[in-house]
Protein backbone atom coordinates (compact mmCIF):
# COMPACT_ATOMS: atom_id res chain seq x y z
CA UNK A 1 0.00 0.00 0.00
CA UNK A 2 1.66 3.12 -1.27
CA UNK A 3 1.98 5.97 1.41
CA UNK A 4 1.22 9.41 1.56
CA UNK A 5 3.06 11.08 -1.44
CA UNK A 6 3.87 14.75 -2.05
CA UNK A 7 5.30 16.43 -4.67
CA UNK A 8 7.44 18.37 -5.28
CA UNK A 9 10.27 17.67 -2.77
CA UNK A 10 12.72 20.56 -3.33
CA UNK A 11 11.88 23.80 -4.66
CA UNK A 12 13.73 27.21 -4.44
CA UNK A 13 11.21 30.01 -4.78
CA UNK A 14 12.08 34.28 -4.97
CA UNK A 15 10.67 36.51 -2.81
CA UNK A 16 6.96 37.52 -3.67
CA UNK A 17 6.28 34.55 -5.86
CA UNK A 18 4.11 32.07 -4.97
CA UNK A 19 4.01 28.09 -4.78
CA UNK A 20 1.43 25.15 -5.00
CA UNK A 21 2.44 21.82 -2.92
CA UNK A 22 0.65 18.73 -3.39
CA UNK A 23 0.02 15.73 -1.59
CA UNK A 24 -1.72 12.22 -2.29
CA UNK A 25 -2.86 10.51 1.18
CA UNK A 26 -2.64 6.97 1.79
CA UNK A 27 -5.22 5.13 -0.50
CA UNK A 28 -8.97 5.25 1.45
CA UNK A 29 -7.61 8.07 3.56
CA UNK A 30 -10.12 10.62 3.26
CA UNK A 31 -8.65 13.45 6.18
CA UNK A 32 -5.53 15.58 5.20
CA UNK A 33 -3.37 17.46 7.41
CA UNK A 34 -0.43 19.99 6.41
CA UNK A 35 2.37 21.38 8.91
CA UNK A 36 5.30 23.16 8.61
CA UNK A 37 8.37 22.70 10.60
CA UNK A 38 11.54 25.20 11.08
CA UNK A 39 14.12 24.91 13.20
CA UNK A 40 12.91 27.93 15.33
CA UNK A 41 8.80 27.07 15.74
CA UNK A 42 8.90 23.27 15.84
CA UNK A 43 6.04 21.14 13.76
CA UNK A 44 2.99 23.74 13.30
CA UNK A 45 -0.13 22.78 12.22
CA UNK A 46 -1.41 24.46 8.95
CA UNK A 47 -4.65 23.19 8.47
CA UNK A 48 -6.91 20.25 8.00
CA UNK A 49 -9.30 19.07 5.13
CA UNK A 50 -11.95 16.33 5.09
CA UNK A 51 -14.06 15.12 2.48
CA UNK A 52 -13.05 18.65 0.62
CA UNK A 53 -13.77 20.73 3.57
CA UNK A 54 -11.71 22.39 5.49
CA UNK A 55 -12.07 20.88 9.35
CA UNK A 56 -9.43 23.02 11.38
CA UNK A 57 -7.15 26.34 10.50
CA UNK A 58 -3.80 27.11 12.37
CA UNK A 59 -2.52 30.48 13.01
CA UNK A 60 -1.27 31.38 10.00
CA UNK A 61 -1.54 35.04 7.68
CA UNK A 62 -4.20 34.28 4.91
CA UNK A 63 -1.21 34.00 2.31
CA UNK A 64 -1.67 30.34 3.21
CA UNK A 65 -4.69 28.11 1.77
CA UNK A 66 -5.24 24.81 0.79
CA UNK A 67 -8.29 22.52 -0.80
CA UNK A 68 -8.95 19.29 -1.04
CA UNK A 69 -10.08 18.03 -4.23
CA UNK A 70 -13.11 14.71 -4.74
CA UNK A 71 -10.43 12.22 -4.91
CA UNK A 72 -8.82 13.31 -1.30
CA UNK A 73 -5.31 14.80 -3.15
CA UNK A 74 -4.76 17.89 -1.64
CA UNK A 75 -2.95 21.23 -2.52
CA UNK A 76 -1.67 23.76 -0.38
CA UNK A 77 -0.30 27.11 -1.90
CA UNK A 78 1.50 30.19 -0.29
CA UNK A 79 1.32 33.32 -2.10
CA UNK A 80 3.43 36.68 -1.68
CA UNK A 81 6.29 34.25 -0.45
CA UNK A 82 8.70 35.66 2.81
CA UNK A 83 12.00 34.04 3.54
CA UNK A 84 10.86 33.14 6.39
CA UNK A 85 8.08 30.59 4.70
CA UNK A 86 11.47 28.41 4.24
CA UNK A 87 10.29 25.51 5.68
CA UNK A 88 9.53 21.79 5.82
CA UNK A 89 6.30 21.62 4.97
CA UNK A 90 4.58 18.08 5.87
CA UNK A 91 1.46 16.62 4.77
CA UNK A 92 -0.35 13.57 7.00
CA UNK A 93 -3.65 11.31 6.10
CA UNK A 94 -5.59 9.61 8.41
CA UNK A 95 -8.90 7.47 7.27
CA UNK A 96 -11.04 9.83 9.28
CA UNK A 97 -11.12 12.98 11.18
CA UNK A 98 -10.96 13.30 15.06
CA UNK A 99 -8.02 12.92 17.43
CA UNK A 100 -8.21 9.37 17.64
CA UNK A 101 -6.82 8.56 13.98
CA UNK A 102 -3.19 7.93 13.38
CA UNK A 103 -1.59 10.21 11.12
CA UNK A 104 0.68 9.03 8.63
CA UNK A 105 2.82 11.69 7.15
CA UNK A 106 5.02 12.05 3.57
CA UNK A 107 8.28 12.69 3.09
CA UNK A 108 7.70 16.73 2.88
CA UNK A 109 8.44 19.37 0.07
CA UNK A 110 11.41 21.46 1.12
CA UNK A 111 10.80 25.09 0.20
CA UNK A 112 13.62 27.40 0.51
CA UNK A 113 12.98 31.29 -0.55
CA UNK A 114 15.14 33.82 -1.74
CA UNK B 1 -3.17 27.39 25.58
CA UNK B 2 -2.32 24.21 24.25
CA UNK B 3 1.01 22.86 25.16
CA UNK B 4 3.37 19.27 24.65
CA UNK B 5 6.52 19.65 26.57
CA UNK B 6 9.44 17.93 25.95
CA UNK B 7 12.02 18.56 28.40
CA UNK B 8 15.24 16.87 26.94
CA UNK B 9 16.38 18.54 23.81
CA UNK B 10 19.17 16.01 24.12
CA UNK B 11 19.88 12.93 24.81
CA UNK B 12 22.73 10.30 23.92
CA UNK B 13 22.54 6.18 25.19
CA UNK B 14 24.62 3.89 24.52
CA UNK B 15 24.10 0.89 22.19
CA UNK B 16 22.54 -1.80 23.60
CA UNK B 17 21.29 0.26 26.84
CA UNK B 18 18.05 1.65 27.34
CA UNK B 19 16.96 5.35 27.50
CA UNK B 20 13.22 7.32 28.60
CA UNK B 21 12.08 10.40 26.97
CA UNK B 22 10.05 12.74 29.06
CA UNK B 23 6.85 14.46 27.66
CA UNK B 24 3.94 16.60 29.72
CA UNK B 25 0.97 17.38 27.50
CA UNK B 26 -1.94 19.65 28.56
CA UNK B 27 -5.75 18.68 27.30
CA UNK B 28 -9.08 19.33 28.01
CA UNK B 29 -10.43 15.95 27.37
CA UNK B 30 -10.93 12.79 29.75
CA UNK B 31 -10.25 10.61 26.53
CA UNK B 32 -7.64 10.75 24.09
CA UNK B 33 -4.78 9.50 22.43
CA UNK B 34 -1.18 10.30 22.57
CA UNK B 35 1.33 9.70 20.30
CA UNK B 36 5.24 9.64 19.81
CA UNK B 37 6.76 9.74 16.29
CA UNK B 38 9.84 9.70 15.24
CA UNK B 39 11.98 11.86 12.57
CA UNK B 40 15.54 10.12 11.33
CA UNK B 41 17.60 12.61 8.79
CA UNK B 42 15.28 11.70 5.73
CA UNK B 43 13.06 13.52 7.86
CA UNK B 44 9.98 11.26 7.47
CA UNK B 45 7.79 11.62 10.72
CA UNK B 46 7.31 7.60 11.34
CA UNK B 47 4.87 6.59 13.88
CA UNK B 48 6.34 4.82 16.85
CA UNK B 49 3.74 4.09 19.30
CA UNK B 50 0.24 5.14 20.33
CA UNK B 51 -1.57 5.04 23.45
CA UNK B 52 -5.11 5.37 24.39
CA UNK B 53 -5.88 7.39 27.73
CA UNK B 54 -8.97 5.16 29.05
CA UNK B 55 -6.45 2.21 28.71
CA UNK B 56 -4.69 1.79 31.90
CA UNK B 57 -2.38 -0.42 30.44
CA UNK B 58 0.98 1.30 28.82
CA UNK B 59 1.55 0.56 25.10
CA UNK B 60 4.43 -1.42 24.01
CA UNK B 61 5.79 -2.01 20.30
CA UNK B 62 8.63 -4.46 20.66
CA UNK B 63 11.88 -2.31 21.87
CA UNK B 64 9.34 0.68 22.63
CA UNK B 65 6.91 1.31 25.33
CA UNK B 66 5.09 4.17 26.92
CA UNK B 67 4.91 4.99 30.68
CA UNK B 68 1.72 6.96 30.98
CA UNK B 69 0.59 8.91 33.61
CA UNK B 70 -2.85 9.98 33.53
CA UNK B 71 -3.57 12.15 36.45
CA UNK B 72 0.06 13.89 35.82
CA UNK B 73 -0.41 13.97 32.10
CA UNK B 74 3.20 12.40 31.77
CA UNK B 75 3.72 10.34 28.26
CA UNK B 76 7.65 9.09 28.67
CA UNK B 77 8.67 6.44 25.80
CA UNK B 78 11.48 3.96 27.01
CA UNK B 79 13.75 2.62 24.26
CA UNK B 80 15.17 -0.79 25.55
CA UNK B 81 18.01 -2.73 23.45
CA UNK B 82 18.59 0.97 21.74
CA UNK B 83 20.26 0.23 17.91
CA UNK B 84 21.92 2.59 16.17
CA UNK B 85 19.03 3.22 13.61
CA UNK B 86 17.22 4.45 16.79
CA UNK B 87 19.15 7.76 16.27
CA UNK B 88 16.13 10.32 15.73
CA UNK B 89 14.66 13.24 16.70
CA UNK B 90 11.88 12.21 18.76
CA UNK B 91 8.64 13.94 18.50
CA UNK B 92 5.50 13.66 21.32
CA UNK B 93 2.20 14.60 19.97
CA UNK B 94 -1.40 14.82 21.80
CA UNK B 95 -4.45 16.84 20.78
CA UNK B 96 -5.93 19.38 22.97
CA UNK B 97 -9.55 18.63 22.28
CA UNK B 98 -11.82 16.06 20.93
CA UNK B 99 -11.39 17.13 17.34
CA UNK B 100 -8.50 19.61 17.56
CA UNK B 101 -5.54 19.26 15.55
CA UNK B 102 -2.18 17.55 17.04
CA UNK B 103 0.22 19.65 18.79
CA UNK B 104 3.61 18.64 18.65
CA UNK B 105 6.46 18.76 21.12
CA UNK B 106 9.56 20.76 20.29
CA UNK B 107 11.27 17.14 19.68
CA UNK B 108 14.00 15.60 21.76
CA UNK B 109 17.43 14.71 19.33
CA UNK B 110 18.76 11.05 20.35
CA UNK B 111 22.32 10.06 19.40
CA UNK B 112 22.88 6.12 19.90
CA UNK B 113 26.70 5.66 20.87
CA UNK B 114 28.49 2.69 19.59
Known amino acids: KAGVTQTPRYLIKTRGQQVTLSCSPISGHRSVSWYQQTPGQGLQFLFEYFSETQRNKGNFPGRFSGRQFSNSRSEMNVSTLELGDSALYLC?????????????FGEGSWLTVV | AQTVTQSQPEMSVQEAETVTLSCTYD???????LFWYKQPPSRQMILVIR??????QNATENRFSVNFQKAAKSFSLKISDSQLGDAAMYFC???????????FGKGTRLSVIA
Open chain 1, 92 to 104: ASSLLTGSGNTIY
Open chain 2, 93 to 103: ASPYAGNTPLV
Open chain 2, 27 to 33: TSESDYY
Open chain 2, 51 to 56: QEAYKQ
